[in-house]
């Protein structure tokens, strides 16, 4: 073969037939990566929705009362020596408050719950679950709380509601029937919406 056109061909295929491979073999390798980064993120949000609705399920199923029952029959004995039963949390909207001051998230939803209280005339009571007087009083006293609190030693009144897992919040209209259930931290803007829709729908 012609040297000339030996060097004429090895030209043509570097300047013009290489850089086209290149381009061509680049662009099918990022779309490989792009698919396959994809693929991974795919699999990341289906495990992601996959667990929390287990979790939602889990929760689900340590629930003894939901959304649109009416509160268990119960009486329980406030630390201001007041008696609380079920007909008197009628008549207008009530917060209950499952809660255990040695409870790592209890200990942070509390006090941001003692802000709600003061800010707004929802009845709130937070009632214990086998913890002592002398426990929670301590709590209250170093973090300033005005909730009113009611200690229980066993988990009678707390079994009525659920099975495990606090803190809990049951938000009642006023004839004593559960409208929201909240678990774990709730922001306070999203318990006050529900309060204002409840007082304004139950004057």
Same mark, same amino acid.
């Given at each position: ?15 013009? !037939?290489?850089?086209?491979?290149? *381009? ?18 795919? !699999? ?10 287990? $979790? ?7 629930? !003894? ?30 917060? *209950? ?18 802000? *709600? ?32 609190? $009611? ?19 049951? *938000? ?12 774990? !931290? ?18």
């Amino acid at each position: 073969m012609d040297l000339h056109i030996l060097f004429f061909q090895q030209r043509y295929f570097f300047s013009s !037939v290489l850089p086209v491979f290149l *381009l061509t073999y680049s662009y099918f390798w990022k779309q490989k990566e792009q698919i396959r980064m994809k693929g991974i993120t795919s !699999v990341f949000a289906l495990c992601t929705i996959l667990l929390s609705s287990c $979790a939602r399920s889990l929760e689900n199923t340590t629930d !003894v009362v939901r959304p649109g029952d009416r509160l268990p029959n119960f009486s329980i004995q406030m630390s201001d020596g007041r008696t609380i039963t079920t007909d008197s949390l009628c008549g207008r909207p009530a917060l *209950l408050i499952f809660f255990n001051t040695h409870c790592a998230t209890c200990r942070k939803e509390l006090p941001r719950l003692e802000k *709600l209280h003061q800010s707004i005339p929802l009845r709130m009571l937070a009632i214990s679950r086998e913890e002592p007087d002398s426990s929670i009083r301590h709590f209250w006293q170093a973090n300033n709380l005005s909730i009113p609190y $009611a200690p229980q030693a066993g988990r009678q009144i707390y079994r009525q509601f659920a099975i495990r897992y606090i803190p809990r919040l049951y *938000l009642t209209d006023s004839t004593g029937c559960i409208r929201h259930v909240f678990r774990s !931290v709730t922001p306070n803007r999203k318990i006050r919406k529900a309060w204002k829709k409840l007082s304004s729908s139950h004057p």
